[in-house]
């Protein structure tokens, strides 16, 4: 019974290990392309299947121990088989990152635009002569032309000289102005141009503050800097015929009520622009303004 081994089929003591590699020192790292995968190919056994009961483990990759190239397992038949994706050779290097995208599941990419940069004026800005008659004969791309650009200068100035001259335009103030000395008519008309650019000022800011709650984007100098200059443009005609016929005159009343409905229809023109709302809401942002603009300018008149 010599002439027997005890085993399983072949004999262990005949195999010769394949000697390991131990792994490189730190700092000398295998250049890139030649670096063995981790778990091999097979799971690291030999012949790809772990070994049977008894028999040694040989690890390392048997196709490159034969001289053969590694071989991809085979896919199960009903396994879907996904495209192989594509190489980039400079991912995960040092220095480099693979690119990535991430769907977006609210949109593409839409973003919030309230508070947002404004966006790049639509002309250069308009001179102040081409301002003043553009609210008159084309409001619309004056409007917009200029929503960007604020108009402190031309709006001050006609406002206050607007100012000074409303007073002669009623009745009872024009005959105390008229008939008092000329030191205290100066001061008188002076505050009289004092105040409306501050009211102005502070109806272009209610203005604008409500545009914003509508939904508003346009910035706060444009508005109002034009809703004083929309103000004061549109009731030039009727002050200018107040002037001369008074307040009470009926064709002063009749225009007034013209000039008051062309400035609610102006100023629901710039707000739209300014602030690209639809013109109910301009019209509601404008309401306070000309409320006021009836109330403190023409009702005495009117």
């Given amino acids: 019974m010599a002439g027997f081994r005890i085993g ?20 000398q790292q295998q250049p890139y392309g030649q670096q063995q995968p981790w778990p091999p190919a097979g799971g690291g056994y030999q012949g790809g299947q772990p070994p049977a009961y008894g028999e040694p483990e040989y690890f390392g990759d048997p196709y490159q121990q034969q001289g053969r190239p590694p071989q991809p397992p085979h896919p ?26 991430v769907d977006d599941p609210y949109g593409q990419g839409s973003t919030y635009q309230a508070g947002s940069a404004p966006a790049a004026p639509v002309g250069p800005r308009l001179h102040w002569k081409e301002l003043l008659t ?11 032309q200029m929503r960007d650009y604020p108009v402190w200068g031309p709006s001050l100035v006609v406002t206050f000289l607007y100012g000074m001259l409303a007073i002669f335009g009623l009745d009872e103030p024009r005959d105390e102005v008229i008939n008092a000395t000329l030191s205290a008519a100066i001061p008188a008309v002076l505050i009289t141009g004092i105040a409306f650019v ?17 939904g508003g984007t ?11 200059l929309i103000m004061t443009l549109t009731d030039a005609p009727r002050l200018f015929f107040a002037l001369f016929l008074g307040g009470q005159n009926s064709f002063v009343q009749l225009l007034g009520w013209a000039t008051w409905l062309a400035a609610g ?15 109910p809401k301009a019209l509601g942002a404008s309401a306070i303004q000309l409320i006021a603009l009836l109330s403190i300018i023409k009702l005495g008149t009117i």
């Fill in 8 to 27: 399983r089929g072949r004999d262990n003591r005949t195999q010769q290990q394949q000697p390991q590699q131990a792994p490189p020192p730190y700092g």
């Fill in 76 to 101: 199960h038949p009903h396994q879907h088989q996904a495209p192989p994706p594509h190489h980039d050779p400079y991912a995960n290097n040092a220095g480099h990152t693979q690119a990535f995208s």
């Fill in 134 to 144: 553009g609210i008159v004969t084309r409001p619309a791309q004056t409007f917009l």
């Fill in 198 to 214: 501050i009211g102005g000022t502070i109806l272009g800011a209610v203005t604008h503050t409500l545009a914003r709650q509508f």
């Fill in 218 to 228: 346009g910035s706060w100098q444009p508005t109002v800097g034009l809703s004083m």
């Fill in 265 to 279: 229809a102006l100023f629901t023109v710039m707000v739209s622009k300014s602030h690209d709302l639809p013109w």
